[in-house]
């Protein structure tokens, strides 16, 4: 499978028989940075706020998914979960929907805007993943540390950290160095605007944190 991230908490993946879904759609003028001119055949969102809900953004979907519940997408399970924006059960910022996606054998985690530590029984829920898409910015989600609190409970194979502070941002988010500090500086890779993801890749032995170069205009 084949992931681009768009920027914010937006990806594209592509599973190998091209089958597309992009998370968390933006509107860049109001997030302040570019959103690329995208298509795919599925969107996923994970709560109704300008930053993650752009679905106009995309060309050529045929489904939007904003609701929990299991989705078969053409041999794509998507698994959607329920969960808070906030660490107050809702009340402040209200619900968030956790993505586990399976495309070509690999187990994808989009958290969203997750505002709520990680318990015991919301990690049972998530269970074995490969790929956990993670937002470390803070303020509106969980911060690094709470971010690394759910890297170590879910021990996933690859880290993609998201949904922190980037040049022309209209809002204040902490620093990707917030959360990068936490790990040893040999599992931290900077790559490409493309990634490549194959179920025979994971060896269970250690998680890697990727940092992305972003897919711009």
Same mark, same amino acid.
């Given at each position: 499978?084949?992931?681009?991230?768009?920027?914010? %908490? &937006?990806?594209?993946?592509?599973? %190998?028989?091209?089958?597309?879904?992009?998370?968390?759609?933006?509107?860049?003028?109001?997030?302040?940075?570019?959103?690329?001119?995208? %298509?795919? +055949?599925?969107?996923?969102? &994970?709560?109704?706020?300008? +930053?993650?809900?752009?679905?106009?953004?995309?060309?050529?979907?045929?489904?939007?998914? +904003?609701?929990?519940?299991?989705?078969?997408?053409?041999?794509?399970?998507?698994?959607?979960?329920?969960?808070?924006?906030?660490?107050?059960?809702?009340?402040?910022?209200?619900?968030?929907?956790?993505?586990?996606?399976?495309?070509?054998?690999?187990?994808?985690?989009?958290?969203?805007?997750?505002?709520?530590?990680? &318990?015991?029984?919301?990690?049972?829920?998530?269970? %074995?993943? !490969?790929?956990?898409?993670?937002?470390?910015?803070?303020?509106?989600?969980? !911060?690094?540390?709470?971010?690394?609190?759910?890297?170590?409970?879910?021990?996933?194979?690859?880290?993609?950290?998201?949904?922190?502070?980037?040049?022309?941002?209209?809002?204040?988010? +902490?620093?990707?160095?917030?959360?990068?500090?936490?790990?040893?500086?040999? !599992?931290?890779?900077?790559?490409?605007?493309?990634?490549?993801?194959?179920?025979?890749?994971?060896?269970?032995?250690?998680?890697?944190?990727?940092?992305?170069?972003?897919?711009?205009?």
């Amino acid at each position: 499978m084949k992931v681009e991230w768009l920027g914010h %908490s &937006s990806f594209k993946l592509t599973e %190998s028989t091209g089958i597309s879904l992009i998370t968390d759609p933006f509107d860049a003028e109001k997030v302040g940075i570019s959103y690329p001119e995208v %298509s795919a +055949d599925y969107v996923t969102v &994970s709560h109704k706020h300008f +930053d993650h809900d752009a679905v106009e953004n995309i060309k050529g979907y045929k489904a939007v998914i +904003d609701m929990p519940g299991v989705h078969d997408l053409c041999g794509v399970t998507v698994y959607g979960l329920m969960s808070y924006h906030d660490h107050k059960k809702g009340a402040l910022r209200g619900r968030n929907i956790i993505y586990k996606i399976r495309m070509d054998g690999v187990e994808v985690c989009h958290l969203g805007d997750i505002g709520e530590d990680l &318990s015991p029984m919301l990690a049972e829920l998530i269970g %074995s993943i !490969n790929v956990l898409m993670v937002p470390v910015g803070g303020r509106y989600t969980v !911060n690094a540390r709470q971010a690394k609190e759910y890297v170590d409970m879910l021990m996933p194979d690859v880290v993609i950290p998201m949904h922190y502070m980037a040049e022309g941002y209209h809002t204040v988010l +902490d620093d990707l160095d917030d959360f990068l500090k936490l790990f040893e500086e040999e !599992n931290i890779e900077y790559t490409g605007k493309v990634m490549e993801f194959d179920r025979t890749d994971f060896d269970g032995e250690r998680t890697k944190i990727i940092i992305p170069k972003r897919v711009s205009q």
